[in-house]
């Protein structure tokens, strides 16, 4: 059953598999329906699975061919040109321990990779170091404007990625 649609015809579910971090989903789905929205896209099934690590290892290698544990897998799984559909797994017990190092919400952490699910399949890359930035100076603008507060580049200055 979908949490939300609204007059622009997004769609946002969220199944929760994990629960190490509480969050606010209406919150999440307002950010996540605003911001595709905000892209252009009229019409989207955005459907986010919130998982622990155990579960995104099993994604990762199904699908990434990958043994470790991430935060965020997206796909775009869309048919048809006028009908978005984006599938995406967030990882709750890594954004409770990325959270605990950076020293913010691991709420906020949550709705990162949320968000960052989302920008991917809204074409945003990271894999060079100009793309990672303008997505991650992105991100941050979102999740302030959001409630969350700078989160990725607050936190992970001197981070190695996980």
Do not use: W
């Amino acid at each position: 059953m979908p949490d939300k649609k609204d007059a622009s015809d997004i769609t946002v579910n969220v199944n929760i598999s994990c629960d190490t971090v509480s969050f606010d989903q209406q919150k999440m789905i307002s950010m996540i329906s605003t911001v595709t929205g905000q892209f252009g896209i009229e019409k989207a099934d955005i459907n986010f699975a919130v998982l622990g690590d155990e579960e995104i290892i099993k994604l990762n290698q199904k699908f990434l061919n990958r043994t470790d544990t991430t935060d965020v897998i997206s796909f775009d799984v869309s048919d048809a040109e006028d009908l978005k559909v984006f599938d995406i797994a967030v990882n709750a017990e890594m954004a409770q321990r990325q959270a605990c190092q950076a020293g913010h919400s691991a709420e906020s952490e949550l709705a990162l990779y949320f968000l960052h699910g989302l920008l991917h399949n809204l074409g945003f890359g990271d894999c060079c170091d100009e793309e990672a930035a303008k997505m991650h100076k992105t991100e941050d603008e979102i999740l302030e404007k959001f409630g969350y507060g700078i989160v990725y580049n607050k936190g992970r200055a001197n981070q190695p990625d996980s």
